[in-house]
């Protein structure tokens, strides 16, 4: 520890002293750009050897330069244009020039914005995310496992902390399996470089902000993996991350001014407390340790005060999005980044992208918590975020209560109807995306003790409640595991690699039980898919009684009757509590057997849950 406190306090004097390590120019950062957007400024960041020793020279109808900035780190240039609505599309040389020297030139290109039918689409509560870590699910070119230029070499499918050599390539070899279980989006984490020299696999510290994992494959494959989602119906989801980076990344390890990341005089930890955010009462130190903390040793916390990083960033995430065309965004760690920042940075990516879906990783059991954090102003925050959603970690614990709590004023099933009662908070309650389980947190199934009837009815919540349904990898399958530690809810998807004993991407790869739970899970997932009532649809709940937990989703065309049996013991109800919403009907029909039930009385078997549409 003390030798990387040291390199953090003292980095940036480190940096220019191996000024002459690095090229005379480079890099040049956006590589290239487009003309036609909403905001016509841009600033590149240009890094080289004393690069600020240059003067820029730049001659191109519709760019301006605007200012160059030099700062603290004479290897850096910040370079302001302005592109004016007439710029036409093409090349041009940008010239750094030093007396007695020969110039320096990149040829920086502006390019047309892309706008195709299908892109930037938006993921909504019409949707069912996938989510995938792509080390762990398949891996379809095995000539990128490995690389000598990068810090963690080889693969070792025995270790839950090294590499497994999962890539983008094998997720794509996949597609036809995840639409046939009814996923319509697919969410994979950070695919970004991340050049690590240890458990680099799970992508959250970055070292390269505009290169994909070299492991993963390239720019150019996340871009074909994109188009290839949507030629077959299916959206995805980029994962960012603003609150920090990776130690190893060039803006790291030649910092362009101290200021760039947050500095401590030793190493501060995040103090992981929402509270010194949201506590009108609270101390500016805790506030200041919940914020400018960093998360990781590895994990440098980024400086969002500073309007260079506020650029970088921010550009950096249109980019992606006008490069590859993704229809939405996961934001990292949401809490920890500054909020001001993050309120402009999703004004300022809505405008240039108004149909891109936004929710930020907010992990609370407290419905307040989460509304805090959520666009809208409505609880008093003092600042609109702009957030559209967040993940409603409060509904997963209230569903995890629901399925293994006794019975009580606010436990159990009634855990559940008073979290969803305080819908109330939220502008658009939604936008929330709802999940039991994901790479950070204990799997469903071992959450439930290997439950069966408890799985089903989770992934029946999951399918049926508002919001936008998020599982994870595996779980149609019944992978199981206790993030004790987190690499243990990480295993490779069996069948994903080419000496697997097993393919359970497969029926014929699957056990009976496996092939049970799948099949349960894809016919409510196509069902859901088929259904707007649950996508798009009103919610009633009612308060529940005798351990049974009802609600309905419904609009013009169906209704869907949920019952969920909280106890221990099968439990028979009457329908007549619930006549304001089955209006009269007389018989459902089951969604997952087809069968016809009589609607006068019902039996559910114990933690079961029973789904069905209500026939007029």
């Known amino acids: 520890m003390k030798k990387f406190i040291l390199f953090t306090a003292c980095c940036l004097v480190a940096a220019v002293s191996a000024s002459a390590q690095i090229p005379a120019l480079e890099r040049v950062e956006p590589m290239f750009w487009w003309v036609g957007m909403h905001n016509p400024d841009l600033q590149l960041i240009v890094h080289g050897d ?7 020279e730049l001659n191109y109808p519709g760019v301006k330069l605007v200012a160059v900035h030099k700062v603290e780190n004479p290897n850096y240039l910040f370079v302001d244009l302005r592109i004016f609505s007439g710029a036409s599309p093409g090349t041009f040389p940008i010239k750094f020039v030093k007396a007695g020297e020969k110039a320096l030139v990149y040829d920086y290109a502006l390019k047309n914005r892309d706008r195709s039918a299908g892109r930037l689409q938006g993921v909504t509560d019409k949707d069912l995310i996938y989510l995938i870590m792509p080390d762990r699910f398949s891996n ?22 090294s590499r497994h050599g999962g890539d983008i390539q094998g997720v794509m070899n996949h597609l ?40 993963f494959g390239t720019n150019e494959l996340y871009k074909k993996f994109v188009e290839k989602c949507h030629a077959m119906g299916l959206k995805v989801v980029m994962d960012l991350v603003h609150n920090h980076a990776g130690t190893e ?37 805790d506030r200041k340790a919940m914020l400018d903390g960093w998360f990781d040793h590895r994990m440098a916390d980024m400086n969002q005060n500073n309007p260079y990083v506020q650029n970088f960033l921010t550009q950096n995430h249109i ?14 760690t949401y809490p920890y980044n500054d909020p001001e920042y993050m309120a402009k940075w999703a004004v300022d990516v809505k405008a240039e992208f108004p149909h891109l879906s936004i929710f930020g990783e907010v992990l609370t059991s407290i419905p307040v918590f989460e509304a805090y954090f959520a666009q809208g102003n409505i609880i008093h925050q003092g600042l609109d975020t702009h957030l559209p959603g967040v993940t409603d970690a409060a509904v997963k614990d209230a569903i995890y209560e629901a399925l293994n709590g006794k019975e009580g004023w606010t436990d159990g099933v009634n855990r559940l109807y008073n979290v969803l009662s305080q819908d109330f908070l939220y502008q658009d309650v939604t936008r929330n995306t709802i999940f039991v389980d994901n790479h950070d947190m204990s799997r469903i199934l071992s959450v439930v003790g290997e439950d069966i009837d408890k799985y089903k009815s989770a992934m029946a919540m999951l399918m049926t409640l508002r919001g936008v349904p998020q599982m994870y990898y595996g779980d ?30 497969t029926a014929a790869g699957r056990t009976d039980k496996e092939n049970d739970a799948f099949n349960y899970v894809r016919k409510l997932a196509n069902y859901r898919k ?3 009532a649950l996508q798009t649809g009103k919610m009633m709940e009612y308060v529940p009684e005798k351990g049974l937990f009802v609600y309905f989703r ?17 439990e028979t109800t009457t329908t007549d509590r619930y006549i304001e919403r089955i209006q009269g009907a007389k018989q459902a029909k089951n969604v997952i057997t087809d069968e016809t039930v009589d609607l006068s009385s019902l039996t559910i078997g114990p933690k079961a849950t029973l789904v069905l549409e209500l026939v007029k």
Do not use: C
């Not at 910092?255 to 509270?275: A, C, D, G, I, L």
């Not at 980019?319 to 990292?332: C, I, K, M, P, T």
């Not at 993030?483 to 000496?499: E, H, I, K, Q, T």
């Not at 419904?554 to 099968?570: A, F, L, S």
């Open 249 to 285: 990344g060039y803006t790291i390890q030649d910092m362009p001014m101290k200021s760039w990341v947050h500095q401590w005089p030793k190493y501060t930890k995040s103090n992981f407390r929402y509270e010194a955010v949201t506590d009108i009462h609270g101390s500016a130190a």
């Open 476 to 505: 149609e399958i019944l992978m199981a595991g206790y993030s004790n530690p987190d690499g243990l809810v990480r295993s490779d998807f069996p069948g994903g690699w080419a000496d697997d004993k097993v393919n359970k991407f």
């Open 140 to 161: 379809g070119d095995p000539t990128n496992d490995s690389f000598s230029n990068m810090r963690e070499k080889g693969v070792h499918r025995d270790s839950m902390y």
């Open 554 to 570: 419904y609009d013009d065309k169906k209704t869907v009757m949920v019952i969920y049996n909280g106890r221990d013991k099968e």
């Open 319 to 332: 980019w992606w999005a006008e490069y590859s065309g993704v229809d939405g965004f996961r934001l990292d």
């Open 176 to 215: 036809d399996y995840l639409k046939d279980l009814g996923v319509t989006a697919i969410w994979l984490t950070p695919a970004i470089e991340n050049d690590e020299p240890h458990a680099s696999y799970h992508g959250y510290a970055v070292t390269d902000h505009y290169k994909i994992d070299a492991r």
């Open 530 to 532: 088929n259904t707007t």
């Open 50 to 56: 004393h690069i600020a020793d240059r003067k820029v």
